[in-house]
């Protein structure tokens, strides 16, 4: 089934620069989707859209169905987390926005604690963290709603080579067992055939789609 949904989608900003032509996209449930291409193509306002976080000046976005409709969460390059609060409570944030229940919610970050294997950090603040312990946190606290679409803006992008690429394999395991549909922006091309099973490239100026390949997968995934 569509997760995602873009048709005719264009983007103008305010200064009158047009970011994004048509972009066409249709993107099924549980599918990883890589969003590469050059520098200022336009993946992250791409991604922006799709989230619902920028206005598209035309065109349609929709995320599943009217009737089945799909819940995302967004994962920041930074991490964006709150540096006085602990990772208990970061963590914890989408669920007190929602007014869920304590007891449902200290249950909830917990599980999502567990997921990322940071069992034991719950008291601590972010400055006590790695940076790779401070993206766990972040994606942990995109997972503690359940959401059915996880949209990532370079997300390791800040980090080191080989933190990177122990994080790239967790979340393909993660991504393997959850069957989440991930749509992950990167310049990394390297990344983005090992993470995805499909990759879209962009070309700018303006941004649009100038192919879209399917990965067959050809080594076994953890
Ligand atoms: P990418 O993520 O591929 O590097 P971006 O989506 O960040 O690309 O940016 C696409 C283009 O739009 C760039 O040329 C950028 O300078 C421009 N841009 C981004 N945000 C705005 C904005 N709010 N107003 C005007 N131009 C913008
Ligand atoms: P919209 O709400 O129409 O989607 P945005 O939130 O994307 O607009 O951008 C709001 C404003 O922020 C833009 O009109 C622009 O003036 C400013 N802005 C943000 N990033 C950039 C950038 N990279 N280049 C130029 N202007 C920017």
């Known amino acids: 089934h569509p997760a995602i949904i873009l048709s005719h989608v264009c983007k103008d900003y305010a200064n009158g620069l047009r970011v ?21 193509c336009g993946k992250s306002t791409l991604l922006r859209i799709i989230a619902g976080l920028g206005r598209l000046t035309t065109g349609q976005l929709c995320w599943g169905t009217q009737t089945a409709p799909r819940k995302l969460a967004f994962v920041f390059q ?4 709150m540096p006085w609060a602990t990772v208990q409570d970061n963590v914890g944030l989408p669920l007190k926005l929602a007014r869920t229940s304590k007891s449902v919610a200290t249950a909830a970050v917990a599980e999502a604690l567990a997921m990322v294997d940071l069992q034991g950090f719950e008291q601590c603040y972010p400055q006590q963290l790695s940076g790779g312990m401070k993206m766990r946190v972040s994606i942990a606290r995109a997972m503690v709603t359940k959401p059915e679409i996880l949209l990532m803006d370079e997300p390791f992008g800040a980090l080191d080579e080989i933190t990177r690429s122990k994080l790239n394999t967790e979340l393909l395991g993660l991504w393997t067992q959850k069957q989440w549909t991930v749509v992950f922006v ?17 070309a700018a100026h303006p941004g649009r789609i100038v192919a879209d390949v399917a990965i067959e997968v050809p080594y076994p995934r953890p």
Do not use: C, K, W
């Open 20 to 40: 994004l032509e048509d972009i066409n996209l249709s993107i099924q449930d549980a599918q990883f989707v890589s969003l590469v291409g050059p520098s200022g």
């Open 78 to 81: 930074d991490a964006a987390l």
């Open 186 to 202: 990167t310049h990394n091309l390297y990344e983005a055939i090992y993470l995805s099973n499909r990759v879209v490239v962009m």
